[in-house]
């Protein structure tokens, strides 16, 4: 009989985030293997590049990590990062007409 305490324990909701950042060049091998071993950090679940838009998105947990360690990570790592890319679309003010 399993124990539901235990259950409900290791099937807690997690909130996933996932941060952006564009590097200003590629991923050497070793940077790229460093990389890969951010993932046996607890709260890691994804890392996914897109080489042409040069960007790493790293998917983490955020009830275990924050932005900030994510960061420290990766750059541990040896990726130089550029900037940490907004994922909100930008919305251009909105024009105020005068009244006629």
């Given at each position: 009989m399993?124990?539901?305490h235990?259950?409900?324990w290791?099937?807690s909701?997690?909130?996933?985030v996932?941060?952006?950042?564009?590097?200003?060049?590629?991923?050497?091998?070793?940077?790229s293997?460093?990389?890969?071993?951010?993932?046996?950090?607890?709260?890691?679940?994804?890392?996914?590049?897109?080489?042409?838009?040069?960007?790493?998105?790293?998917?983490?947990?955020?009830?275990?990590?924050n932005?900030?360690?994510?960061?420290?990570?990766?750059?541990?790592a040896?990726?130089?990062i550029?900037?940490e890319?907004?994922?909100?679309?930008q919305h251009?003010?909105?024009?105020?007409?005068?009244?006629?």
């Amino acid at each position: 009989m399993p124990d539901t305490h235990l259950d409900s324990w290791y099937h807690s909701t997690m909130t996933t985030v996932e941060i952006v950042y564009r590097y200003v060049t590629p991923p050497t091998e070793s940077v790229s293997f460093a990389l890969s071993n951010t993932r046996e950090v607890y709260g890691i679940r994804r890392l996914k590049f897109d080489r042409d838009a040069q960007t790493l998105r790293v998917e983490y947990d955020a009830t275990r990590l924050n932005a900030a360690t994510v960061t420290g990570l990766v750059r541990q790592a040896g990726l130089d990062i550029a900037e940490e890319v907004t994922q909100i679309p930008q919305h251009a003010e909105p024009t105020v007409v005068p009244a006629a």
